[in-house]
């Protein structure tokens, strides 16, 4: 055994316990691939994966709804407060006012969800006539509740396909059951989420919502701003009197944070027709779309 070293030495004493052992590829190994060394690994996977899928799919363009993950359908809503004013009639509920208050603005902001839902419909529909196939518009949401799932259910209901790109976050949210299967995406990192909302995008529809709903509306306005997106993307924000109470844009241009042409990438609706007449116009001209034409007597 001269020359040899203590380890090689164990090594060949030892050989029969290991000389079976076949170590994992580097990109199976959950251990490896769950480290920090490798997140340039899940980093590109993320941009990859998507991207063949989409291609596989046949998918071109999106129209992208944003808006609440906490706002109910009008049922769900309904028959929340109901419950709550019911349990008081007696003069016994357990509620508090806070709790009736805030049922209240939930049925009040439900009107949104159905919105959300006519409109993806409408558009669906829509882009379903078009003589360029069934899978080149489609509506993309965020993949979980609220105005999310209102967007993949409009699309459903209309028998269209639908994209959701899902976040993985603390507190699990699960797939809403009206997005089409094979376009359902499930995302680590936020940044690689946005940019798959951002490339397919020709057009944005902003619901009401909260910090998420604004970072994504923020995104989008600095990429086009900055000319950055590298195509066009109309943008537009449903529910004028909600969005012009929550930012007050006529002080940021007061105030010179913003040029009168900035102002000018923003578009408000208020009813699902106003907002499909203004996005098919907008589409029309950036894909240069038409419906087919259609000879009934042929």
């Not at 959300?116 to 080149?136: D, E, I, P, Q």
């Amino acid at each position: 055994m001269l020359g040899v070293t203590t380890k090689a030495k164990e090594f060949m004493e030892n050989g029969s316990k290991g000389a079976n052992h076949i170590p994992p590829l580097a990109y199976r190994n959950p251990r490896f691939m769950e480290s920090s060394e490798a997140r340039p690994l899940r980093l590109v996977g993320e941009y990859l994966e998507p991207q063949a899928r989409l291609r596989r799919a046949g998918v071109q363009h999106t129209v992208v709804f944003f808006g609440s993950a906490r706002i109910l359908p009008r049922e769900e809503a309904l028959r929340k407060l109901r419950a709550l004013e019911g349990d008081g009639k007696d003069g016994s509920s357990s509620h508090g006012a806070a709790e009736v208050k805030r049922a209240r603005m939930d049925l009040k902001m439900s009107r949104y969800y159905e919105d959300a839902r006519v409109l993806a419909r409408m558009l669906t529909h829509w882009a379903l006539s078009l003589k360029n196939g069934s899978r080149f518009l489609v509506v993309c949401s965020g993949g979980g509740p609220g105005i999310m799932e209102a967007a993949n259910r409009g699309a459903h209901e209309a028998g269209g396909k639908s994209l959701g790109l899902n976040i993985k976050l603390p507190i699990e949210q699960k797939p809403n059951p009206y997005i089409t299967p094979e376009l359902s995406f499930l995302f680590r990192y936020f940044f690689m989420r946005k940019l798959w909302f951002a490339q397919p995008a020709r057009a944005l529809i902003v619901f009401p919502g909260g910090f998420g709903t604004m970072d994504e509306l923020w995104e989008f306005l600095t990429l086009i701003q900055t000319h950055k997106m590298g195509h066009s993307v109309s943008i537009l924000m449903y529910g004028s009197k909600f969005w012009k109470r929550a930012i007050n844009f006529d002080w940021l241009l007061e105030t010179g944070t913003v040029e009168k042409e900035d102002l000018k990438l923003i578009r408000f609706a208020d009813t699902p027709q106003q907002a499909f007449d203004i996005t098919r116009q907008d589409l029309s001209r950036i894909l240069g779309v038409r419906p087919v034409v259609k000879h009934p007597f042929l």
